[in-house]
């Protein structure tokens, strides 16, 4: 009896013991350089390494970790009102061999169970069947280097806040406002360099701010993103904080160096000297400083001719190494004249200028590419390449042997290629006017006719009919969007993989569960850029009202309502409107973009509906799926 209240009090003594110590750790407020001693939850792929540095995904396929602060935050007061919280991090994104992605998100959820959770897009934080789900009572904001159209991603280098979903209620291109110029800056997220973070939220004005600046700055006066908010059907008395990250198909490692939380009051700032240094990149490229060096080059070639520089894209390889399968296996005739023209490294270095800032013509995510000229008469960019492994350079060039022999007159030839220790030019045919995503998107170009347009939809429907081969063995191209269509002096299209950006394009909704390429997939993302040449707008335009935000929902409700000429791109005349071929495009363009891929038609019927070899399915068909 004794021994039984004995051994009772005891257990109590040591119960309560316990309970001081969670409650003493149960800190509201800690500032911890590296997480060597932070009290910290990994899930995952999550690990910290000797110096403390939290690595959340390494650059692996579709991979997903998390990380929490081990005890819950009381984001509600004992009368339920809101608290106000202030934290601040300092994080890294460092890419793989190709375009990064996805992107990592601060998050706090009443859960830290994710392994139902989806890579790719949902980051690791959702799935498809509760994202958006108002029970997941999960705030995050998300650090995202891919762009998902169908998660109405603006780009592919944002910062958004989202609710209970990856479909982000504010978002904008990564930036800092300089305090001494007075202006906004943009910032790679995927840069690999540190990147710190504020996300404060003032419970009494119900204001969500979110700042970010390089880890050398101080902090931007302005944050990027100001939203008001009222988050007491989101927080609880019992919500973690912590991170997430994944990747897809595309990859990066996402870091974090440092973390500091606070609830009341503003977040302790770091000591920067304290926080964990990054792994070393691998060997970075090196830049060519060398002078121009006029040499003769061995071509009588007076065409025009561009260089596109273009640091590694993993879609463009992937993509690469899909045509490359497809093609070995295709049983076609294939004329092997002994590879590519082999170009010397002098003869781009020179004709780039030393890779000159002047001769770059656009800079992403996934690299630069640069205009140069050759000779008098021709001119050269070069896709830039950055193989980590031998292996991967020497798969690389005999790709681009195989590719360089495609020729079609939709398609934009590959002509050569070039490589320098471990990376590899992809030489490209000149294109003059550009891509076709200036005439619809921008003002700076003329205005498209009507029969312009639709000469420009069959070019590419031809384009992509020919790599698809009549549904034999097909070539996917993966990347099909307006930026990768270039126009010629006559305005016709020929379809290139610029491999701009890391979007992976209008991505049809299998794609982002099983990330894989397909026929269907490109057939989805040719129905999206039919409706964009139309309409002469972008497939997601969030500023525009909520109806008319999906291009393709906007146009299926002109179908229904049977308004689809209104629909027409507003800069073009009515008068110049074939009413027959705008309805034959639009429609065409809705059964492509059906959500089932079973149901979207092949692309030789699609090339068939437009030529008018083959009528369109009777109506009652657009309105399922899309
Ligand atoms: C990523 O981590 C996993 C598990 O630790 C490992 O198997 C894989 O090799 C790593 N990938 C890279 C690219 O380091
Ligand atoms: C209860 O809520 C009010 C605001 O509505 C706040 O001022 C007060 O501090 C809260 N009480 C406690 C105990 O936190
Ligand atoms: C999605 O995630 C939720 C929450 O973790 C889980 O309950 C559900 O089973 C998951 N759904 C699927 C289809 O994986
Ligand atoms: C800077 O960016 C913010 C957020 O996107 C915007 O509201 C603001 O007008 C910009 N300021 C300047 C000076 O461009
Ligand atoms: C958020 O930013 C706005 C605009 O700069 C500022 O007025 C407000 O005080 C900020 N709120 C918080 C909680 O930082
Ligand atoms: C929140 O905003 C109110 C009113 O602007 C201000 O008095 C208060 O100090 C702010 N609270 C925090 C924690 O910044
Ligand atoms: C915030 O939302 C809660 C319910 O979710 C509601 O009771 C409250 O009145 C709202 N507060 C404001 C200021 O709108």
Redesign the pocket.
Known sequence: MASTSKSIALSIVFLLYLISCASSQRETTFLNHGFLEANLLKFGSSKVYPSGLLELTNTSMRQMGQAFHGFPIPFLNPNSSLI?F?TSFVFAITRGPGAPGHGFAFVISPLMDFSKALPSNYLGLFNSSNNGKSLNQILAVEFDTVQAVEMNDIDDNHVGIDLNGVVSIESAPAAYFDNREAKNISLRLASGDPIRAWI???AT?M???VTLAPLERSKP???LL?RKLNLSGILSEEHFVGFSASTGTVTSSHFVLGWSFNIEGKALDFDITKLPSLPDPPSPPSPSLSPPVSEKTNTNNTKLIIIVAVAASATVAIMILILLGFWFFSGRQVFFTGGARKFSYQTISSATGGFNSSKLMGERNSGSFYKGQLAPTEIIAVKRITCTTRQQKTTLIAEIDVISKIRQKNLVNVLGYCSKRNEVYIVYEYIPNGSLDRFLFNNDRPVLTWSDRFCIIKGIASAIQYLHNDGQKPLVHGNVKASNVLLDEDLNSRLGDYGQGSSTGHVAPELVETGKVTCDTDVYAFGVLMMEIVCGRKAIEPTKPPREISLVNWVLQGFKEGDLLQRCDSRMTRGELVAREVLLVLKTGLLCANRSHEARPMMKKVLQFLDGAEPLPHDDYLFYGV
Do not use: C, F, V
């Open positions: 106000s202030s404060e939220y003032n004005e204001m969500l701010n006066n302005l944050p100001s």
